[in-house]
Structure formats: structure tokens, C-alpha cells
């Protein structure tokens, strides 16, 4: 594959493809973090960042993956032995929980089946069940990269307040920032975790917690220990434009860049184009006869499309050959769905060609595979980009 010519297809759901001026962006020459240009670049993005987020509090960059913004939110609001009410919506969901476990919360993991959302008739139930309120915060992964499924988090949110339940929620918005609807103010979210490498069309590295003042206020008592994910003196240095510590000064650059393009094409046109390829991505896996892993309408993700493959394949078989003919990358089942499903990645630097090739690399991988498949898969893709 070293010989390939033309652009490799990165189509898995993250890191996702990097714009050519995101890239000349962090090629940038690295400049002295104290002084006065990094200064003003910090107060730049702090502001730029905000409207992604929906947000108008502050929001913490760690030069960190998505991981370390996970393991922040929890550090930063919780004590040791506090309850965190998780669901179980796929992979990411369970690695969270895991850590939560690892940090020395007490978990209750509400299991899933991988092809719905967190349930807000469930949230209602385990909170209102809380009537000693030891439940300290609800963590919930928005879009479930795993399986393709994004949960429903207005609905969430109202289900916890119907409960009066003050638990803080925490929500996982890796995949889902700057490719879906996000409003961390206005749905009420303490804690959002996100990450660069997705719908910020950045490479890894950077990391983020946007912050509510609720959140802010349990940072102040909250008992793990902290030191590098720490708020408090990033929320210091910050103020005066600077870090803690050394900042991924270049990837910060990018992050600029980037900004500025969701900007410019305007977040709910940003927001209506994801959707509108997941609509195609769909009528694809429809059109071959295969199965979205998603069972509810309401609950698409407008990034990933998991395709669940018949019981007597291997997805993963069908990944490699798709690598090996035609240079593309597709994303693997993870957990409990290794080789039952793979995942078509359309977020961030993407249009409808880049889909209409994506698709027609499945297809040929379908068909070499030995599957079964209805040709008419790409032309029902085709037929929804022509028409919406
Ligand atoms: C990618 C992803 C993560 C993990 O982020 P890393 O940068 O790999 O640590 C966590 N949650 C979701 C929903 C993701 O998509």
C-alpha cells in the first residue's frame, strides 16, 4: 500500500480527514507561549471556541486526547466514593465508566443493547429511585461513536429535572461537536468533554471540558485528586492568556483555522450537511439489504453509520479487503460488536463526493467479500444527494 497513488479515504469516525489549511496552519513556526502573540491567540480562541460549544462560560484546552477530557469532568466535579449513574449506549460509554470505577466512584452502569440511545424514561427512574440523592452526577456519551447511535439529550435533560434530582450531568460530546447540534447552556450540561480529532477536523491532541457554573461551584469541594486536569489555575492562566504548562502551541494554530471554517460555513449549515450525508450513508446500507445499527429514527448520528453485517461475515474481513483494493479505512466494531459491524466515518472536511467515493469503496468491498449484497445501494445514496 506504500505504492498507492491519489489521497488515501480516512473514513473512519476519528481522527477524521484535516483540511490542507488546518495543516498549513500547524506548520506553522512554534512560537514562545509567554509572550505577547501566544497571548493574544489564547484570548482569540477562548472566544472562538464558545459558539461550538454553545456556550458562553469558559472552556478548558488540554494538550490531551479525548480520554484525558474525560477523566478532567470527573476529577474536577466529583469526590471518592460519590455514585455516577452511566449507560450503557456502546464502547466509549464503557471505557468512561471504567475509568469513573478506576478513579474510585461508585458506579451504576444501566446496561444497553448498542442500538438506542440513553433512555430519559430511564434517567427519570434511576433518579427519582435516588430519594437519598447519593447520586452525584448522570454521564452520558452524546453520539455513541461505537455504534452510530446519538442519544437524545434535551429529552435527558428534562427527565432529570422532572425528577428535581440535583445530580451534575457530564456528557461525552467527542463525536458529535461541531458535526451535530450542540448547546451545552441551553440543555442545562455541567460538563462537556470533547476532543479535536473529530468534527473539529484537527489531528489528536487537544482536549476540552466546557464548564457550567454548577460545575464550577462542585470544583470548589470536589475530593479526587487533581493536578494536571485541574480547572482552577488553567481558569488563572487563561485570564492573563497563557497555561498551566506548555500548550500544544501548533495544534492551536489549527484549532484557529478550523474555527474559522465552521464559521464561515455557519454551524447549523455545518450541522445540516452531516445530516444530510448520514441520510445518504443510510439509503446506501438500506439499498444493499444490509442493517443500520441505529433502531430509532430519532436517534441517527449524523457522523457515523454502523453497518451490521450478516451473522456468517466478518467485518473486520471485509475492512482489510477495502484497505487492501481501494486504500480506505473504515472503522472497526469495537467491544461486544468486533467483526460484527463496520462503521462509515462522514464528519468534519467532507462533501459529497467524498461520500459518493466512500460508499462506492464499500460497495465494491461488499461485493468482493462474497456478500450477497443489492447493487442499488450507491444509486439510493446517489438519489438523496441529488434531491435534498
Ligand atoms: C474518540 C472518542 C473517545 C476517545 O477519545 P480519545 O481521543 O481516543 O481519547 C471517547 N468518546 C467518544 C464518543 C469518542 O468518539
Same mark, same amino acid.
Given at each position: 500500500m506504500s505504492q498507492a497513488s491519489g489521497r488515501h479515504f480516512l473514513q473512519i469516525p476519528g481522527p477524521t480527514n484535516v483540511p490542507d489549511q488546518v495543516l498549513r496552519a500547524i506548520s506553522s513556526p512554534t512560537i514562545d507561549h509567554r509572550g505577547p502573540d501566544f497571548a493574544e491567540l489564547t484570548h482569540q480562541l477562548l472566544d472562538a471556541i464558545k459558539p461550538v460549544f454553545g456556550t458562553a462560560g469558559p472552556v478548558m484546552i488540554y494538550p490531551s486526547s479525548g480520554t484525558g477530557a474525560w477523566e478532567a469532568a470527573l476529577v474536577n466535579t466529583l469526590s471518592p466514593g460519590d455514585r455516577v449513574l452511566c449507560f450503557e449506549t456502546g464502547q466509549f460509554a464503557t471505557l468512561w465508566q471504567e475509568m469513573a470505577r478506576s478513579l474510585g466512584l461508585q458506579v451504576d452502569f444501566v446496561p444497553g /443493547?448498542?442500538?438506542?440511545?440513553? /433512555?430519559p424514561g430511564l434517567v427519570a427512574e434511576k433518579l427519582a429511585a435516588d430519594t437519598a440523592r447519593s447520586i452525584k452526577a448522570v454521564c452520558v456519551v452524546h453520539n455513541e461513536t461505537s455504534t452510530g447511535v446519538t442519544s437524545r439529550l434535551p429529552e435527558i435533560r428534562q427527565a432529570i429535572d422532572t425528577t428535581g434530582h440535583s445530580a451534575l450531568l457530564l456528557v461525552d460530546a467527542i463525536s458529535s461537536l461541531g458535526s451535530a447540534d450542540y448547546r451545552h447552556d441551553e440543555w442545562g450540561v455541567d460538563v462537556t468533554v470533547a476532543g479535536s480529532?473529530?468534527? !473539529?477536523? !484537527?489531528?489528536?491532541g487537544l482536549g476540552f471540558n466546557a464548564i457550567s457554573d454548577k460545575a464550577l461551584e462542585a470544583s470548589r469541594t470536589a475530593g479526587l485528586p487533581r493536578s494536571y486536569w485541574d480547572w482552577k489555575p488553567i481558569i488563572e492562566a487563561n485570564q492573563r492568556g497563557s497555561f498551566p504548562y506548555t500548550p500544544a502551541t501548533n495544534l492551536l494554530y489549527g484549532l484557529r483555522e478550523a474555527l474559522r471554517m465552521l464559521d464561515a460555513e455557519g454551524l447549523p449549515a455545518v450541522f445540516a450537511r452531516h445530516a444530510r450525508h448520514a441520510r445518504a450513508a443510510r439509503a446506501a446500507v438500506r439499498g444493499w439489504g444490509l442493517e443500520v445499527m441505529c433502531l430509532d429514527e430519532r436517534e441517527h448520528s449524523g457522523s457515523v453509520t454502523a453497518v451490521l453485517v450478516p451473522q456468517d461475515q466478518d467485518a473486520d474481513k471485509i475492512r482489510q479487503i477495502i484497505l487492501e483494493r481501494f486504500d480506505m479505512s473504515l472503522g472497526a466494531g469495537l467491544g461486544k460488536f468486533t467483526g460484527r459491524i463496520f462503521r462509515i466515518g462522514h464528519l468534519g472536511h467532507f462533501n459529497d463526493l467524498t461520500l459518493a467515493g466512500t460508499l462506492a469503496g464499500v460497495q465494491m468491498g461488499l461485493q468482493l467479500a462474497g456478500l450477497d449484497i443489492d447493487p442499488g445501494g450507491v444509486d439510493a445514496a446517489l438519489d438523496v444527494l441529488r434531491s435534498e
Open positions: /443493547d448498542g442500538r438506542h440511545g440513553v /433512555d480529532q473529530k468534527g !473539529l477536523m !484537527l489531528p489528536p
